[in-house]
T-cell receptor, first 113, second 117 residues
Framework: QKEVEQNSGPLSVPEGAIASLNCTYS??????FFWYRQYSGKSPELIMS????GDKEDGRFTAQLNKASQYVSLLIRDSQPSDSATYLC?????????????FGQGTTLQVKP | GAVVSQHPSRVICKSGTSVKIECRSL??????MFWYRQFPKQSLMLMAT?????????EQGVEKDKFLINHASLTLSTLTVTSAHPEDSSFYIC?????????????FGPGTRLLVL
């Protein structure tokens, strides 16, 4: 079992729709969860972090965390063609003070005009 | 957000040569930096944790004698790929952790694309 799992996609949505990206993780000791966006040929950029169960909203983005189910998701509302990228889920590797992150393989999102 | 730079952005070298990659935190001091490697169509794999003033800690399966890390100051970490071979061709990305912030927050450099012929 991979430590962090994502569906590689591609996930294709029409412009203006909601894109839903999912991620599961294996280590129940993980406490910090991140979503990064990576454009082709570029390095990842942080979109959101989430540490508590529930939802966290930032503009068009909403992160959702369910520690009991070991599941974290990212919703992108009003998807734009510029959102087309690979979205990486990252989870801290316990213990929490090491700063080490484990990344999923990423989900490729295609937003079609 | 915090700014992290890398140099060079791209390097092509012959097999057997050594390549040095620099990672700098431009507007903050970073006691800890991380080095990742990303092969095409794959995710980021953590290679090592670079600690200012002490030895780097390497992830399982990463050869410390092949990937030399030096974190000589609070704003600079270097990764040297020694005797590079074609299988070392990859996208190398560093990240840095600002002090006094959430300890898992990391900011990534733009990456260095290495091609070994």
């Amino acid at each position: 079992q991979k430590e962090v799992e994502q569906n590689s996609g591609p996930l294709s949505v029409p412009e203006g729709a909601i894109a839903s990206l999912n991620c599961t993780y294996s280590d129940r000791g993980s406490q910090s969860f991140f979503w990064y966006r990576q454009y082709s040929g570029k390095s990842p950029e942080l979109i959101m972090s989430i540490y508590s169960n529930g939802d966290k909203e930032d503009g068009r983005f909403t992160a959702q965390l369910n520690k009991a189910s070991q599941y974290v998701s990212l919703l992108i509302r009003d998807s734009q063609p510029s959102d087309s990228a690979t979205y990486l889920c990252a989870v801290n590797r316990p213990p929490s003070n090491t700063g080490k992150l484990i990344f999923g393989q990423g989900t490729t999102l295609q937003v079609k005009p | 957000g915090a700014v992290v730079s890398q140099h060079p952005s791209r390097v092509i070298c012959k097999s057997g040569t050594s390549v040095k990659i620099e990672c700098r935190s431009l507007d903050f001091q970073a006691t800890t930096m991380f080095w990742y490697r990303q092969f095409p169509k794959q995710s980021l794999m953590l290679m090592a944790t670079s600690n200012e003033g002490s030895k780097a800690t390497y992830e399982q399966g990463v050869e410390k004698d092949k990937f030399l890390i030096n974190h000589a100051s609070l704003t600079l970490s270097t990764l040297t790929v020694t005797s590079a071979h074609p299988e070392d061709s990859s996208f190398y990305i560093c990240s840095a952790r600002p002090p006094n912030s959430n300890q898992e927050t990391q900011y990534f450099g733009p990456g260095t694309r290495l091609l070994v012929l």
